[in-house]
């Protein structure tokens, strides 16, 4: 069974950075993309950014463009999700996810497997 463990997340003042982890454990071998996604108090579940495991196209929301980066080491399986200039509308918890089927990256319902989640709270 696939298994993704997420790393990094903490406290940051407005304009800060913080750096995600998100480690892949299990049959991994057949993995179209994973992508993070996050989730504010009050609020529904919005994608942030994603990339394909095979060719590396990546995909980013509008509100998180030229601050956030995700990138990938295929060595250990793993993706981050590197944020900068953080604003306190960043404040979620940001859940890591991973899919086995092609298609948007942007819809949360086809993604498989979801990690723990990992808070990120930005202070004004």
């Known amino acids: 069974q696939v298994q993704l463990v997420e790393s990094g997340g903490g406290l940051a003042q407005t304009g800060g950075s913080l750096r995600l982890s998100c480690a892949a454990s299990g049959p991994t071998f057949n993995t179209y993309a994973m992508g993070w996604f996050r989730q504010a108090p009050g609020k529904e579940r919005e994608f942030v950014a994603a990339l394909t495991w095979s060719g590396g196209f990546t995909s980013y929301a509008d509100s998180v463009k030229d601050r956030f980066t995700i990138s990938r080491d295929n060595a250990k399986n793993t993706v981050y999700l590197q944020m900068n200039s953080l604003k306190p509308e960043d404040t979620a918890v940001y859940y890591c996810?991973?899919?086995?089927?092609?298609?948007?990256?942007?819809?949360?319902?086809?993604?498989?497997?979801w990690g723990q989640g990992a808070q990120v709270t930005v202070s004004s």
């Open positions: 996810a991973a899919r086995f089927t092609p298609g948007v990256l942007t819809t949360s319902q086809r993604y498989d497997y």
